[in-house]
């Protein structure tokens, strides 16, 4: 399939942009190239290939579920500057 500039005239109205008549040449000449290199693609030999849901066929590896951090709850309210009940207070911010 050939696209010439009258067939870029109607993608544009199409699509409606303007395109100005002396960039049509040089915009079927990109579009001219771009269905030669799908044109390319579909040449392609894929008939051995398997079809894949994803390109990497790996499981996740799972680990044990256990604890492994220590509770430092404690220590971090100690640190903050006001903290009531297990909470970290904060000034008022919006009124």
Known sequence: MSIDSA???????????SVAEQQLPGL??????ALDFVGQLAAADIGAIEPLAHPLDETLSLRD?????VDQRDAFMRLAPDAQSGLYLVPKVIE
């Open 7 to 17: 067939t870029v005239r109607q993608i544009a109205h199409l699509a409606r942009i």
């Open 28 to 33: 079927a000449a990109e579009l001219n190239g």
């Open 65 to 69: 579920d256990v604890v492994t951090a």
